[in-house]
């Protein structure tokens, strides 16, 4: 296992010898690919200088705002589904409806209510996020066991005690499942967004360098982006295992 | 998904209800029809653009650069998967590079392969190709790793070599996996040939609808989000056909198990 570890870095860093080597010598035009050393440099200046946490923090903000909205509207609603079969049937076809369309194309529609203001990025990102949130909740109710249920109804618990002691707990590893297809989701439609219709953001940072054709600043925003993805998906992880930690207990255990 | 397949009245009757009250609303308010025009005008916007031919040109490009980037994206990254997932050494020389590309936004490579490639055709089905490519290959390597080496053992026994096993053990026995990359490659694909029609397009659907926005053409623009939603809902129908021909077998499978 270390050993392949080893193995992965080395190829790694043979690679950014060889990216190095290609553009120094002009293989590749070192104005399309800068040697890998500039771009370092850039990112390390232009994070000392506090441009680029300024921009990621600009992103994040409507990230944040979005993400979160649609947690709020599309978990609740996802166990209303699951446990009412008429509420379910009553909104089917309109979410079937909707489900198609692919998240960028209602940049368009954002830009036209809201112009490029940050409600724009966080309706994009709120509506992206709903459909891996929503269906993901919907079908943990649903394959929660009916005993659970009954039992609970038996003991005369109210439905807002079912719901809050029963049903969440239950379906909670599957809310989960939703919230985490969602990280991605979310960074990639800010990054879009960003780029469409914006004056600040990471998105529009690297989209604007490309465009003025600082290269080597592009790329240092591609690497804060990955940096970025990497955190997040790390922060995830932790809040996963702060709020169901007998649940990732058993992820663990099942990837041995 | 809720067994019965009896008719759903009451969702029906929601849509019914809702589009009644945003036609009659934009009818009432011409402030909101800058925003939201009428169903009416959206429907009949949506007939005037096949009538003219105008959306057709847009819709055929969308199209071939998607099938381009999304088949490309296929071959490469199952053909890779499979290397990747059987040759131990290869998987440990590309793991961390694949860790180090993965959490990045495929997006972001937009603005390199612009400057690459500049703005046409090539450039969007490069970038298609980079997207679709990640939960194809991560699939594919997936399902060779989880194919019993009993399988091949056996394939050995029975005398079979190289290209055979490859064809008639490793290929079924990943298929379930794969498929599951190229259903959630299907969208990623059609997202990111809209996204780049949007950000450096001169056709396509994508840039199509941009375009209206900004001449504020708002019954055009949602005109054109029905189409690559239709687009999209057709892709994902068509996609569902062939994989049921393709695996029926297992579904068959599946269904005696739960019996």
Redesign the interface.
Known sequence: MR???L???F??LA?FFVWELASRSEWVNPL?VPPLSKIFVSFGSLVATGDIPLQILASMKRAAVGYFLAAAVFIPLGILMGLF??C???????IE??R??????????A???FGLEDEMKIFVIFFSCAWPILLNTLDGVRNIDRLLLNTARTFGLSHVKIIWQVVLPACSPQIMTGLRVSL?IT??LV??SE??GSTDGI?YF??D??RRFK?AQ??A??LA??VL??A??LLFNLAHRALLPWHWGMLRKEQG | MNGGKTFNWLGWLVLAILLSLWEYGARASPKLQFYIPPVSQILTALGQLFASGQVAGHLLSTLSRFLEGYVIAALLAVSLGILLGHFRFAYSLLETLIEFLRPMPSVAIIPVAVLTLGIGDAMIVAVTVYASLWPILVNTIDGVRNIEPTLIDTARTFGLRGWAILWRVILPGAAPYIVTGLRISLSIALILVTTAEMIAGSRGLGFFILDQERSFDSGNMYAGIIVVAALGYGLNRLFLALEGKALGWRRGMLARESV
């Open positions: 050993e392949s570890k193995n992965g870095i190829f790694l690679l399309i079969e008429r379910y049937r009553a909104l089917e076809v309109v409806l909707l198609p369309v692919p998240p960028p194309v209602v940049i368009p529609v830009l036209l209510f991605p960074l990639i990054v879009i780029m469409v998105g690297i989209l360098s490309q290269v592009m790329y925003g591609m982006l990955a993805g990497y997040l998906n």
